[in-house]
């Protein structure tokens, strides 16, 4: 049974700098390329960025350059660094497959991040 668990969002001021964690169970971590996204309140769910199995990673045009996404396969872990955070950032994190219309995995239950001052 996969489960994805997400951790470590909070309130933060414009600026700021949280680091997210999702960690996986019941998948074979490191064959998966992930993706973390975010939605918004009254909007979509987007990606903002992923990582391929290899380390390669993307990112949406409204994160590049403050976000960082990286992999510990040992750890069957996520992680999503966010630096210098806009209130526009403000959602629930999620992470999932890069392409979950694929592999159809639940969602976990996110992880808010509220930046305002």
């Known amino acids: 049974q996969v489960q994805l668990v997400e951790s470590g969002g909070g309130l933060v001021q414009p600026g700021g700098s949280l680091r997210l964690s999702c960690v996986s169970s019941?998948?074979?971590?490191?064959?998966?390329?992930w993706g973390w996204y975010r939605q918004a309140p009254g909007k979509q769910r987007e990606l903002v960025a992923s990582?391929?199995?290899?380390?390669?990673?993307n990112y949406a045009d409204s994160v590049k350059g403050r976000f960082t996404i990286s992999r510990d396969n040992a750890k069957n872990t996520v992680y999503l660094n966010t630096n210098s955070l806009q209130p526009e950032d403000t959602a629930v994190y999620y992470c999932n497959a890069a392409d979950p219309t694929t592999t159809g995995w639940p969602w976990g239950q996110g992880t808010l991040v509220t930046v305002s001052s």
């Open positions: 019941g998948i074979i971590f490191r064959l998966v390329a």
């Open positions: 990582i391929s199995i290899g380390g390669r990673t």
